[in-house]
Each structure stands twice: as C-alpha cells, then as structure tokens.
C-alpha cells in the first residue's frame, strides 16, 4: 500500500460545478495536510492546508479531513477553467513529508 | 530578482562530473528545501534546512550533498550521479519548517547521461 495515495485522473469537471479531489493516507498519526496545484511546465504552489483537528475553507477552495477513513479531500467550486491543473497531495507524518501522484484536473468550458 | 530562483534551469551532466545547482531566496524565509521531482514518481522532499541548519535528510543518496551557508541561499552538490537520478530538482523556502507558506522556484532540470 502506498503511504499517500490520489487517483491519477484525468477528471473532468464542467465549469461551474464542484470538483472534488481525494487523497488516502496510511499513516494513522498523520498531523498535516497540504494541497498544491501544479500548471503543465511550472512548479508546485501550496493552496491549502489543514491540520488533524479540522477542515478550512478558503475562497472557493474548502479541504476537509476524515480522520477515521484516513482521506482528505479538496473542493473547489464554482470551478474555472484556470483551475485545470495536477493537485498534488502531501501529508506530513512524525518523520517526513510524503506526496500523492497527483490528480490531474481538466475543467471544461 | 524576487520570490525563489534558482540556477542553471538546465543541467546536461556525465556520470563522472561534480556539478552544483544554486537556489536563492529573496523572501526573508527561514527555512529551505530541496525536492525531486521525476516523471513517474511523486514529488520526493530531500532535504530541508531551517536557520541554515540541516534539520532533515530524507534518505537521499550521498552522492547528493546539500550546502547551505545563510538562510538565502541553498545549494545541491552532486557527484557520480545515475541516469535515474535524471529530474527536475525544486527549491522552495518558507518563514518557518513547517510547510506551511512554501514558495517553489522554477526547477533545475537535470540530465544524466
């Protein structure tokens, strides 16, 4: 089993609707959780983050947490074509940072 | 210069060569980091420094060595490489080692031959 774990995608998503983006961890003492989205050719910007006690809302970008499933998830609403990217998932352990492949997200006008 | 840049953008290297990739930071971060990042695996975290003091070292190699003289700049020495180690190599920085504000630069991408 892999330590972090996205599906590859792609997902398509019309415009306007939400996307919704998951992520499974097995690292039960998991205590952080970040978000980066990633253009084709440019490097990784961090968009969100929370930690193990609660979900965060920012803008049209929401990341929730569910600790007994070990899964995080991301939403983005009202979707715009500019969100067509990878997202990248890392969680944070005792000991290290750990990636997602990626999901690779298309919005469609 | 602004945000995070970092130099050569490109790197064509033999396996017998020693070169150095540079990353400077123009954010007033404290804390810095190396990333690999390779087609077919996810982004790996290699090395992270806070305050100029190697406070992580994910299992890389020795023949990559990190150097990290003042929290603005970070450097990667590398010597003997493998074709595998071929990648895109990512700075970033943040205020603290926590992750939570990190600033990517542009990549090195780097060739093993």
């Known amino acids: 089993q892999k330590e972090v774990e996205q599906n590859s995608g792609p997902l398509s998503v019309p415009e306007g609707a939400i996307a919704s983006l998951n992520c499974t961890y097995s690292?039960?003492?998991?205590?952080?959780f970040f978000w980066y989205r990633q253009y084709s050719g440019k490097s990784p910007e961090l968009i969100m983050f929370?930690?193990?006690?609660g979900d965060k809302e920012d803008g049209r970008f929401t990341a929730q947490l569910n600790k007994a499933s070990q899964y995080v998830s991301l939403l983005i609403r009202d979707s715009q074509p500019s969100d067509s990217a990878t997202y990248l998932c890392?969680?944070?352990?005792?000991?290290?940072?750990?990636f997602g492949q990626g999901t690779r997200l298309t919005i469609n006008p | 210069e602004t945000g995070v840049t970092q130099t050569p953008r490109h790197l064509v290297m033999g396996m017998t060569n020693k070169k150095s990739l540079k990353c400077e930071q123009h954010?007033?971060?404290?804390?810095m980091y190396w990333y690999k990042q390779s087609a077919k695996k996810p982004l790996e975290l290699m090395f992270v420094?806070?305050?100029?003091?190697?406070?992580e070292n994910n299992s890389v190699p020795s023949r990559f060595s990190p150097e990290c003289p003042n929290s603005s700049h970070l450097f990667l020495h590398l010597h003997t490489l493998q074709p595998e180690d071929s990648a895109l190599y990512l700075c970033?920085?943040?205020?603290?080692?926590?992750?939570?504000?990190?600033?990517f630069g542009p990549g090195t991408r780097l060739l093993v031959l």
């Open positions: 420094y806070s305050l100029e003091e190697r406070v």
């Open positions: 890392a969680v944070r352990g005792a000991q290290k940072l750990v």
């Open positions: 954010l007033g971060h404290n804390a």
């Open positions: 929370i930690y193990s006690n």
């Open positions: 970033a920085s943040s205020q603290d080692p926590d992750f939570r504000t990190q600033y």
């Open positions: 690292d039960r003492g998991s205590q952080s």
